[in-house]
Protein backbone atom coordinates (compact mmCIF):
# COMPACT_ATOMS: atom_id res chain seq x y z
CA UNK A 1 0.00 0.00 0.00
CA UNK A 2 1.33 3.13 -0.71
CA UNK A 3 1.96 6.20 1.97
CA UNK A 4 -1.04 8.21 -0.32
CA UNK A 5 -3.52 5.12 0.10
CA UNK A 6 -2.27 4.72 3.86
CA UNK A 7 -2.73 8.59 4.12
CA UNK A 8 -6.57 8.16 2.09
CA UNK A 9 -7.30 5.01 4.72
CA UNK A 10 -6.24 6.53 7.59
CA UNK A 11 -8.30 9.55 7.23
CA UNK A 12 -11.51 7.81 6.34
CA UNK A 13 -11.16 5.48 9.47
CA UNK A 14 -10.28 8.48 11.20
CA UNK A 15 -13.76 9.85 10.37
CA UNK A 16 -15.98 6.96 10.97
CA UNK A 17 -14.01 6.15 14.61
CA UNK A 18 -15.09 9.98 14.75
CA UNK A 19 -18.71 9.88 13.74
CA UNK A 20 -19.36 6.35 15.90
CA UNK A 21 -17.64 8.22 18.92
CA UNK A 22 -19.87 11.23 18.44
CA UNK A 23 -22.94 8.76 18.20
CA UNK A 24 -21.94 6.76 21.36
CA UNK A 25 -20.64 10.11 23.73
CA UNK A 26 -24.23 11.64 24.44
CA UNK A 27 -23.14 13.74 27.17
CA UNK A 28 -22.41 16.74 24.41
CA UNK A 29 -26.06 16.01 22.92
CA UNK A 30 -28.28 15.54 25.74
CA UNK A 31 -30.61 18.36 27.02
CA UNK A 32 -31.92 18.32 30.95
CA UNK A 33 -35.88 18.02 29.30
CA UNK A 34 -37.51 18.28 26.13
CA UNK A 35 -39.25 21.28 24.76
CA UNK A 36 -42.61 20.76 22.93
CA UNK A 37 -43.05 22.16 19.22
CA UNK A 38 -45.75 20.59 17.91
CA UNK A 39 -49.95 20.94 18.97
CA UNK A 40 -51.75 19.08 21.61
CA UNK A 41 -53.81 16.66 20.62
CA UNK A 42 -56.95 17.30 21.92
CA UNK A 43 -59.27 14.85 22.01
CA UNK A 44 -62.67 16.89 23.52
CA UNK A 45 -64.02 20.67 22.09
CA UNK A 46 -64.21 23.18 24.60
CA UNK A 47 -68.09 22.91 25.32
CA UNK A 48 -67.37 19.47 26.45
CA UNK A 49 -64.89 19.96 29.07
CA UNK A 50 -66.80 22.66 30.37
CA UNK A 51 -69.49 19.96 31.03
CA UNK A 52 -66.62 17.81 32.88
CA UNK A 53 -65.47 21.10 34.28
CA UNK A 54 -69.43 21.81 35.73
CA UNK A 55 -69.76 17.94 36.54
CA UNK A 56 -66.47 18.50 39.20
CA UNK A 57 -68.03 21.58 40.35
CA UNK A 58 -70.95 19.71 41.41
CA UNK A 59 -69.25 16.59 43.17
CA UNK A 60 -67.50 18.63 45.29
CA UNK A 61 -70.57 20.70 46.19
CA UNK A 62 -73.28 18.12 46.47
CA UNK A 63 -70.99 14.82 47.68
CA UNK A 64 -67.73 16.30 48.73
CA UNK A 65 -64.17 14.89 49.68
CA UNK A 66 -63.18 12.78 52.96
CA UNK A 67 -60.40 14.27 54.55
CA UNK A 68 -58.94 11.92 57.37
CA UNK A 69 -57.60 11.95 60.12
CA UNK A 70 -56.60 15.09 60.23
CA UNK A 71 -58.17 18.18 62.00
CA UNK A 72 -55.84 20.40 60.45
CA UNK A 73 -57.01 20.30 57.09
CA UNK A 74 -60.74 20.38 58.28
CA UNK A 75 -59.99 23.64 59.98
CA UNK A 76 -58.21 25.14 57.13
CA UNK A 77 -61.08 24.34 54.79
CA UNK A 78 -63.49 26.04 57.26
CA UNK A 79 -61.23 28.90 57.37
CA UNK A 80 -61.19 29.14 53.43
CA UNK A 81 -65.10 28.72 53.12
CA UNK A 82 -65.78 25.13 52.80
CA UNK A 83 -68.89 23.06 54.66
CA UNK A 84 -67.40 20.48 56.91
CA UNK A 85 -69.35 17.74 58.40
CA UNK A 86 -67.54 15.34 60.38
CA UNK A 87 -64.66 14.21 57.76
CA UNK A 88 -66.20 15.29 54.72
CA UNK A 89 -65.57 18.66 52.86
CA UNK A 90 -67.88 20.28 50.44
CA UNK A 91 -66.87 23.06 48.39
CA UNK A 92 -68.61 26.02 47.01
CA UNK A 93 -68.84 26.36 43.32
CA UNK A 94 -65.95 27.57 42.08
CA UNK A 95 -63.81 27.87 45.63
CA UNK A 96 -61.39 25.18 44.74
CA UNK A 97 -60.85 26.92 41.52
CA UNK A 98 -60.18 30.34 42.44
CA UNK A 99 -57.85 29.37 45.13
CA UNK A 100 -55.64 27.20 42.61
CA UNK A 101 -55.70 30.07 40.04
CA UNK A 102 -54.96 33.29 42.61
CA UNK A 103 -50.99 31.62 43.47
CA UNK A 104 -50.55 28.22 42.07
CA UNK A 105 -47.74 28.34 39.13
CA UNK A 106 -48.31 27.32 35.68
CA UNK A 107 -44.46 26.26 35.83
CA UNK A 108 -41.47 25.92 38.14
CA UNK A 109 -38.11 25.12 37.68
CA UNK A 110 -36.90 21.65 39.83
CA UNK A 111 -33.09 22.36 40.63
CA UNK A 112 -30.76 19.44 40.98
CA UNK A 113 -27.36 19.35 42.40
CA UNK A 114 -26.13 19.57 39.49
CA UNK A 115 -26.95 22.95 37.48
CA UNK A 116 -27.07 21.53 34.36
CA UNK A 117 -29.69 19.17 34.84
CA UNK A 118 -32.62 21.68 35.94
CA UNK A 119 -35.85 20.89 34.67
CA UNK A 120 -38.85 23.06 34.19
CA UNK A 121 -41.83 21.72 35.11
CA UNK A 122 -45.13 22.97 33.07
CA UNK A 123 -45.82 24.77 30.14
CA UNK A 124 -44.69 23.58 26.92
CA UNK A 125 -41.79 21.31 28.89
CA UNK A 126 -42.01 17.38 29.41
CA UNK A 127 -39.71 15.62 32.09
CA UNK A 128 -39.26 11.80 31.54
CA UNK A 129 -38.91 10.07 35.07
CA UNK A 130 -38.50 5.98 35.78
CA UNK A 131 -40.86 4.25 37.04
CA UNK A 132 -41.64 4.42 40.54
CA UNK A 133 -43.04 1.82 43.45
CA UNK A 134 -42.35 -1.34 42.54
CA UNK A 135 -41.65 -4.18 45.39
CA UNK A 136 -40.36 -6.41 42.96
CA UNK A 137 -37.69 -6.79 40.43
CA UNK A 138 -37.38 -8.59 36.86
CA UNK A 139 -34.69 -9.49 34.68
CA UNK A 140 -34.67 -12.66 32.20
CA UNK A 141 -31.20 -14.28 33.99
CA UNK A 142 -32.71 -14.47 37.54
CA UNK A 143 -36.19 -13.54 36.69
CA UNK A 144 -39.33 -12.03 39.39
CA UNK A 145 -37.15 -11.42 42.68
CA UNK A 146 -37.97 -8.89 45.71
CA UNK A 147 -36.17 -5.31 45.44
CA UNK A 148 -32.89 -4.81 47.51
CA UNK A 149 -31.05 -1.37 47.81
CA UNK A 150 -28.42 -2.34 45.46
CA UNK A 151 -31.34 -3.20 42.94
CA UNK A 152 -32.51 0.39 44.03
CA UNK A 153 -28.78 1.55 43.26
CA UNK A 154 -28.70 -0.43 40.24
CA UNK A 155 -31.75 1.78 38.22
CA UNK A 156 -30.45 5.30 39.82
CA UNK A 157 -27.33 4.71 37.54
CA UNK A 158 -28.97 3.42 34.45
CA UNK A 159 -31.35 6.47 34.86
CA UNK A 160 -28.29 8.23 35.77
CA UNK A 161 -26.79 7.35 32.45
CA UNK A 162 -30.03 7.31 30.32
CA UNK A 163 -29.84 10.25 28.17
CA UNK A 164 -33.64 10.16 27.46
CA UNK A 165 -34.56 10.31 31.30
CA UNK A 166 -34.30 13.79 32.89
CA UNK A 167 -34.90 12.91 36.46
CA UNK A 168 -33.88 10.59 38.73
CA UNK A 169 -36.91 9.26 40.24
CA UNK A 170 -38.24 8.49 43.65
CA UNK A 171 -38.56 5.13 44.73
CA UNK A 172 -37.49 3.03 41.60
CA UNK A 173 -37.78 -0.11 43.69
CA UNK A 174 -38.37 -0.93 46.94
CA UNK A 175 -35.60 -1.85 49.20
CA UNK A 176 -37.38 -4.74 50.99
CA UNK A 177 -33.85 -5.92 52.26
CA UNK A 178 -33.98 -2.83 54.75
CA UNK A 179 -36.47 -1.48 57.28
CA UNK A 180 -39.51 -0.22 56.18
CA UNK A 181 -39.02 2.80 58.56
CA UNK A 182 -35.89 3.72 57.75
CA UNK A 183 -35.13 2.45 53.57
CA UNK A 184 -35.63 6.10 52.73
CA UNK A 185 -32.81 7.72 54.12
CA UNK A 186 -31.01 5.37 52.05
CA UNK A 187 -33.44 5.90 48.89
CA UNK A 188 -32.64 9.71 49.13
CA UNK A 189 -28.98 8.97 49.88
CA UNK A 190 -28.43 6.93 47.31
CA UNK A 191 -30.62 9.39 44.45
CA UNK A 192 -27.77 12.28 45.52
CA UNK A 193 -24.41 10.19 45.66
CA UNK A 194 -25.35 7.98 42.18
CA UNK A 195 -27.05 10.68 40.28
CA UNK A 196 -27.10 14.81 39.96
CA UNK A 197 -30.55 14.83 38.52
CA UNK A 198 -33.45 16.15 40.14
CA UNK A 199 -35.35 13.85 42.08
CA UNK A 200 -38.85 12.87 44.30
CA UNK A 201 -38.73 13.22 48.20
CA UNK A 202 -40.07 9.99 50.56
CA UNK A 203 -43.93 10.42 50.79
CA UNK A 204 -44.66 7.28 52.72
CA UNK A 205 -45.03 9.31 56.04
CA UNK A 206 -44.80 12.78 57.52
CA UNK A 207 -41.45 12.12 59.18
CA UNK A 208 -39.91 10.40 56.07
CA UNK A 209 -41.46 13.97 54.34
CA UNK A 210 -39.28 15.68 56.39
CA UNK A 211 -36.05 13.72 56.18
CA UNK A 212 -35.89 14.23 53.30
CA UNK A 213 -36.35 17.99 52.88
CA UNK A 214 -33.79 18.24 55.91
CA UNK A 215 -31.32 15.35 53.65
CA UNK A 216 -32.14 17.88 50.82
CA UNK A 217 -30.68 21.09 52.85
CA UNK A 218 -27.54 19.46 53.61
CA UNK A 219 -26.94 19.59 49.57
CA UNK A 220 -28.29 22.85 48.59
CA UNK A 221 -28.51 24.77 52.00
CA UNK A 222 -31.06 25.71 54.08
CA UNK A 223 -32.35 29.09 52.34
CA UNK A 224 -31.83 27.74 48.82
CA UNK A 225 -34.47 25.07 49.76
CA UNK A 226 -37.41 27.41 51.35
CA UNK A 227 -36.84 29.32 48.31
CA UNK A 228 -36.52 26.67 45.18
CA UNK A 229 -37.99 23.78 45.07
CA UNK A 230 -35.78 20.41 44.63
CA UNK A 231 -38.30 18.06 45.15
CA UNK A 232 -41.33 16.94 43.10
CA UNK A 233 -43.15 14.26 45.27
CA UNK A 234 -46.14 11.83 44.74
CA UNK A 235 -49.14 12.19 46.30
CA UNK A 236 -52.13 9.65 45.68
CA UNK A 237 -55.36 10.09 46.42
CA UNK A 238 -56.77 7.70 48.23
CA UNK A 239 -59.85 6.82 45.60
CA UNK A 240 -62.89 7.24 45.47
CA UNK A 241 -62.84 11.09 47.21
CA UNK A 242 -60.87 10.47 49.97
CA UNK A 243 -57.31 12.11 51.02
CA UNK A 244 -55.94 9.66 53.95
CA UNK A 245 -53.77 11.78 57.19
CA UNK A 246 -50.27 9.75 55.76
CA UNK A 247 -50.77 11.60 52.28
CA UNK A 248 -52.72 14.95 54.17
CA UNK A 249 -49.42 14.95 56.20
CA UNK A 250 -46.53 14.39 53.94
CA UNK A 251 -48.48 17.05 51.69
CA UNK A 252 -48.15 19.54 54.04
CA UNK A 253 -44.72 18.93 54.89
CA UNK A 254 -43.30 19.57 51.44
CA UNK A 255 -45.60 22.57 50.75
CA UNK A 256 -44.92 24.36 53.82
CA UNK A 257 -41.21 23.79 53.01
CA UNK A 258 -41.61 25.17 49.46
CA UNK A 259 -41.70 21.84 47.45
CA UNK A 260 -43.70 20.24 44.58
CA UNK A 261 -46.13 17.51 45.08
CA UNK A 262 -47.56 15.59 42.66
CA UNK A 263 -51.84 15.31 43.47
CA UNK A 264 -52.93 12.16 41.70
CA UNK A 265 -55.80 10.56 42.10
CA UNK A 266 -55.31 6.59 41.56
CA UNK A 267 -58.12 4.99 39.74
CA UNK A 268 -58.66 1.62 38.37
CA UNK A 269 -62.28 2.64 36.47
CA UNK A 270 -65.02 0.27 37.39
CA UNK A 271 -63.61 -0.19 40.54
CA UNK A 272 -62.37 3.06 42.00
CA UNK A 273 -64.22 5.24 39.29
CA UNK A 274 -67.52 4.88 36.98
CA UNK A 275 -66.94 2.32 34.34
CA UNK A 276 -67.50 5.77 32.14
CA UNK A 277 -64.41 7.64 30.91
CA UNK A 278 -66.35 10.74 31.25
CA UNK A 279 -67.53 10.00 34.86
CA UNK A 280 -63.60 8.81 35.42
CA UNK A 281 -62.32 12.24 34.37
CA UNK A 282 -65.29 14.09 36.06
CA UNK A 283 -63.93 12.31 39.47
CA UNK A 284 -60.44 12.81 39.00
CA UNK A 285 -60.78 16.67 38.31
CA UNK A 286 -62.75 17.13 41.33
CA UNK A 287 -59.88 15.11 43.72
CA UNK A 288 -57.34 16.82 41.97
CA UNK A 289 -59.47 19.98 42.29
CA UNK A 290 -59.56 19.66 46.49
CA UNK A 291 -55.34 18.32 46.63
CA UNK A 292 -54.06 21.33 44.72
CA UNK A 293 -56.04 23.89 46.19
CA UNK A 294 -55.00 22.21 49.62
CA UNK A 295 -51.33 23.08 48.64
CA UNK A 296 -52.04 26.86 48.79
CA UNK A 297 -53.73 27.11 51.82
CA UNK A 298 -50.42 25.16 53.29
CA UNK A 299 -48.51 28.11 51.40
CA UNK A 300 -49.75 30.67 48.33
CA UNK A 301 -47.30 30.00 45.25
CA UNK A 302 -46.07 26.53 46.42
CA UNK A 303 -45.34 24.52 43.31
CA UNK A 304 -47.76 21.88 42.63
CA UNK A 305 -48.81 19.15 39.85
CA UNK A 306 -52.23 18.10 38.34
CA UNK A 307 -51.45 14.65 38.40
CA UNK A 308 -53.89 11.35 37.32
CA UNK A 309 -53.24 7.45 37.18
CA UNK A 310 -56.21 5.75 35.47
CA UNK A 311 -56.56 1.98 33.80
CA UNK A 312 -59.31 -0.15 33.49
CA UNK A 313 -60.39 -2.78 35.46
CA UNK A 314 -61.11 -6.46 33.50
CA UNK A 315 -64.87 -7.04 33.83
CA UNK A 316 -64.39 -10.62 33.21
CA UNK A 317 -61.29 -10.63 36.23
CA UNK A 318 -60.53 -7.69 37.97
CA UNK A 319 -57.36 -7.22 37.05
CA UNK A 320 -56.05 -3.86 36.12
CA UNK A 321 -55.14 -3.25 31.96
CA UNK A 322 -53.19 -1.25 30.43
CA UNK A 323 -52.80 0.29 26.79
CA UNK A 324 -56.74 0.28 26.20
CA UNK A 325 -58.66 3.01 24.39
CA UNK A 326 -60.24 4.34 27.60
CA UNK A 327 -57.67 5.51 29.94
CA UNK A 328 -56.02 7.28 26.70
CA UNK A 329 -59.34 9.11 26.48
CA UNK A 330 -59.00 9.92 30.20
CA UNK A 331 -55.36 11.25 30.02
CA UNK A 332 -55.77 13.14 26.70
CA UNK A 333 -59.10 14.48 28.79
CA UNK A 334 -57.67 15.24 31.93
CA UNK A 335 -54.49 17.11 29.94
CA UNK A 336 -56.81 19.56 28.42
CA UNK A 337 -58.02 20.41 31.82
CA UNK A 338 -54.89 20.52 33.31
CA UNK A 339 -53.68 22.94 30.78
CA UNK A 340 -57.37 25.37 31.71
CA UNK A 341 -56.86 25.29 35.40
CA UNK A 342 -53.69 26.32 34.58
CA UNK A 343 -50.68 24.07 35.73
CA UNK A 344 -48.56 21.15 35.10
CA UNK A 345 -50.00 17.94 34.45
CA UNK A 346 -48.45 14.32 35.14
CA UNK A 347 -49.71 10.72 33.56
CA UNK A 348 -48.39 8.21 31.25
CA UNK A 349 -45.34 6.05 31.49
CA UNK A 350 -44.74 2.73 29.97
CA UNK A 351 -47.15 1.08 31.40
CA UNK A 352 -48.18 -2.25 30.93
CA UNK A 353 -49.60 -5.59 33.01
CA UNK A 354 -47.28 -8.27 31.34
CA UNK A 355 -44.56 -10.04 33.67
CA UNK A 356 -41.93 -10.08 31.77
CA UNK A 357 -40.10 -7.85 28.64
CA UNK A 358 -42.57 -9.30 25.98
CA UNK A 359 -45.15 -8.15 23.16
CA UNK A 360 -47.62 -7.37 25.22
CA UNK A 361 -45.31 -5.08 27.35
CA UNK A 362 -44.12 -3.60 23.87
CA UNK A 363 -47.72 -2.74 23.22
CA UNK A 364 -49.09 -1.94 25.63
CA UNK A 365 -46.48 0.53 26.84
CA UNK A 366 -45.76 1.87 23.18
CA UNK A 367 -49.85 2.86 23.47
CA UNK A 368 -49.10 4.99 26.92
CA UNK A 369 -46.24 6.35 26.17
CA UNK A 370 -47.65 7.80 22.54
CA UNK A 371 -50.50 9.02 24.02
CA UNK A 372 -49.19 10.50 27.26
CA UNK A 373 -46.51 12.56 24.25
CA UNK A 374 -49.38 13.63 22.14
CA UNK A 375 -51.80 14.90 25.13
CA UNK A 376 -49.19 17.29 26.46
CA UNK A 377 -47.78 15.08 29.60
CA UNK A 378 -44.97 17.92 31.40
CA UNK A 379 -44.35 15.10 34.12
CA UNK A 380 -44.17 11.75 32.70
CA UNK A 381 -43.57 9.15 35.91
CA UNK A 382 -43.52 5.65 34.98
CA UNK A 383 -41.49 6.41 31.69
CA UNK A 384 -39.33 3.57 31.80
CA UNK A 385 -38.97 0.30 33.80
CA UNK A 386 -42.70 -0.71 34.27
CA UNK A 387 -43.32 -4.39 34.77
CA UNK A 388 -46.52 -5.99 35.88
CA UNK A 389 -48.98 -3.63 36.87
CA UNK A 390 -46.01 -1.74 38.39
CA UNK A 391 -45.52 -4.63 40.96
CA UNK A 392 -41.96 -5.07 39.40
CA UNK A 393 -39.24 -2.98 38.27
CA UNK A 394 -37.61 -4.48 34.50
CA UNK A 395 -33.82 -4.42 34.10
CA UNK A 396 -34.43 -5.05 30.58
CA UNK A 397 -38.26 -3.47 30.28
CA UNK A 398 -36.02 -0.31 31.50
CA UNK A 399 -33.90 -0.36 28.46
CA UNK A 400 -36.30 -0.89 26.00
CA UNK A 401 -38.95 1.68 27.38
CA UNK A 402 -35.63 4.41 27.52
CA UNK A 403 -35.33 3.55 23.70
CA UNK A 404 -38.61 4.61 23.40
CA UNK A 405 -38.17 7.36 25.52
CA UNK A 406 -35.43 9.03 22.53
CA UNK A 407 -38.31 8.92 20.14
CA UNK A 408 -40.92 10.88 22.59
CA UNK A 409 -38.07 13.50 22.23
CA UNK A 410 -37.74 12.82 18.18
CA UNK A 411 -41.19 13.53 18.03
CA UNK A 412 -42.22 16.39 19.91
CA UNK A 413 -39.41 18.25 18.65
CA UNK A 414 -41.57 18.65 15.30
CA UNK A 415 -40.84 18.88 11.35
CA UNK A 416 -37.24 20.66 10.08
CA UNK A 417 -39.02 23.43 7.88
CA UNK A 418 -35.64 24.81 7.09
CA UNK A 419 -34.46 25.18 3.47
CA UNK A 420 -32.18 22.04 4.74
CA UNK A 421 -35.52 20.29 5.67
CA UNK A 422 -37.72 21.40 2.49
CA UNK A 423 -34.35 19.29 0.72
CA UNK A 424 -35.03 20.73 -3.09
CA UNK A 425 -30.98 20.66 -3.44
CA UNK A 426 -31.50 17.08 -2.92
CA UNK A 427 -33.91 17.20 -5.43
CA UNK A 428 -32.20 19.14 -8.13
CA UNK A 429 -29.20 16.90 -7.75
CA UNK A 430 -31.02 13.38 -7.99
CA UNK A 431 -33.92 14.01 -10.46
CA UNK A 432 -36.53 11.43 -11.50
CA UNK A 433 -36.02 7.86 -11.69
CA UNK A 434 -32.58 7.92 -9.64
CA UNK A 435 -31.86 6.90 -5.90
CA UNK A 436 -30.53 9.46 -3.02
CA UNK A 437 -28.61 7.54 -1.41
CA UNK A 438 -25.05 8.68 -2.37
CA UNK A 439 -26.68 12.41 -2.47
CA UNK A 440 -24.23 15.77 -0.90
CA UNK A 441 -27.78 16.23 1.06
CA UNK A 442 -28.04 12.57 2.50
CA UNK A 443 -24.66 12.85 2.96
CA UNK A 444 -24.65 15.91 4.80
CA UNK A 445 -27.40 14.78 6.98
CA UNK A 446 -27.41 11.04 7.35
CA UNK A 447 -25.82 11.08 10.77
CA UNK A 448 -29.03 13.17 12.19
CA UNK A 449 -31.92 12.09 9.63
CA UNK A 450 -33.75 9.62 11.35
CA UNK A 451 -33.90 8.28 15.09
CA UNK A 452 -31.40 4.86 15.55
CA UNK A 453 -32.89 2.97 18.50
CA UNK A 454 -30.28 1.64 20.65
CA UNK A 455 -32.34 -2.03 21.01
CA UNK A 456 -33.85 -3.03 17.63
CA UNK A 457 -32.17 -5.10 15.30
CA UNK A 458 -32.78 -3.96 11.80
CA UNK A 459 -29.71 -5.76 10.12
CA UNK A 460 -30.46 -9.17 7.33
CA UNK A 461 -31.76 -12.10 8.75
CA UNK A 462 -28.92 -13.25 7.96
CA UNK A 463 -26.64 -10.86 9.41
CA UNK A 464 -29.12 -11.36 13.01
CA UNK A 465 -28.74 -15.03 12.71
CA UNK A 466 -24.99 -14.91 12.65
CA UNK A 467 -25.17 -12.07 15.75
CA UNK A 468 -26.75 -14.92 17.34
CA UNK A 469 -29.77 -14.67 16.66
CA UNK A 470 -31.17 -12.78 20.05
CA UNK A 471 -34.59 -10.84 20.43
CA UNK A 472 -34.74 -7.38 21.95
CA UNK A 473 -34.94 -8.12 25.85
CA UNK A 474 -31.67 -10.54 25.35
CA UNK A 475 -30.16 -7.04 23.42
CA UNK A 476 -31.24 -4.97 26.29
CA UNK A 477 -30.03 -7.16 29.09
CA UNK A 478 -26.47 -6.66 27.41
CA UNK A 479 -27.01 -3.22 27.07
CA UNK A 480 -27.98 -2.73 31.04
CA UNK A 481 -24.98 -5.05 31.89
CA UNK A 482 -22.27 -2.58 30.35
CA UNK A 483 -23.79 0.70 31.24
CA UNK A 484 -23.34 -0.59 34.69
CA UNK A 485 -20.43 -2.25 34.03
CA UNK A 486 -19.34 1.99 32.19
CA UNK A 487 -20.73 3.72 35.28
CA UNK A 488 -18.38 6.67 36.32
CA UNK A 489 -20.51 8.48 39.76
CA UNK A 490 -21.15 12.26 39.15
CA UNK A 491 -19.01 14.54 41.69
CA UNK A 492 -20.25 15.06 45.00
CA UNK A 493 -18.33 16.78 47.49
CA UNK A 494 -16.86 15.44 50.04
CA UNK A 495 -18.32 17.89 52.83
CA UNK A 496 -21.96 16.56 51.52
CA UNK A 497 -21.95 13.22 51.62
CA UNK A 498 -19.97 13.00 55.57
CA UNK A 499 -23.22 15.40 56.23
CA UNK A 500 -25.69 13.21 54.78
CA UNK A 501 -24.15 9.95 56.31
CA UNK A 502 -23.85 11.86 59.75
CA UNK A 503 -27.53 12.60 59.41
CA UNK A 504 -28.73 9.26 58.37
CA UNK A 505 -26.69 7.34 61.42
CA UNK A 506 -28.13 9.87 63.71
CA UNK A 507 -31.64 9.56 62.33
CA UNK A 508 -31.56 6.12 62.41
CA UNK A 509 -29.99 5.36 65.98
CA UNK A 510 -32.58 7.44 67.26
CA UNK A 511 -35.73 5.32 66.92
CA UNK A 512 -36.13 1.49 66.14
CA UNK A 513 -36.54 -0.73 63.17
CA UNK A 514 -40.07 -1.19 62.26
CA UNK A 515 -41.46 -2.94 59.47
CA UNK A 516 -44.12 -0.70 58.72
Known sequence: MSDKERKTRSRREGGRSARREARNNTSATVKPYIKRKIPYFEYLDEENLELIEKNADRLLQEIGIDFLGDKEALDMWKEAGAEIDG???????????????????SEYVQYARNAERNVVIGGKNTVLVPAYGSPFVHDIDRGRRYATIEDFKNFVKLAYMAPSIHHSGGTVCEPVDLPVNKRHFDMIYSHFKYSDKPLMGSVTQPDRAQDSVDMAKIVFGEEFVDQHCVFTSLINVNSPMTYDSTMLGSLKVYARNNQSTVISPFILAGAMSPVTATGTVTQILAEALAGIAFTQL?????????????????????APTFGTPEPSQILYCAAALARRLGVPFRSGGGLCGSKIPDAQAAYESANTLQTAALAGVNFMLHTAGWLEGGLAMGYEKFIMDSDQASMIEVLLGGMDMSENGQAFSAFREVGPGKHYLGSAHTLANFESAFYRSTVADNNSFEQWTADGGIDA???????????LEDYQPPVLDEGIEDGLTDFMNTRKESFKDMDY
Open 87 to 105: TRVRFPMGLCRSIIQSSAP
Open 473 to 483: AQRANKIWKQM
Open 298 to 318: CRPGAPVVFGTFAAAVSMASG
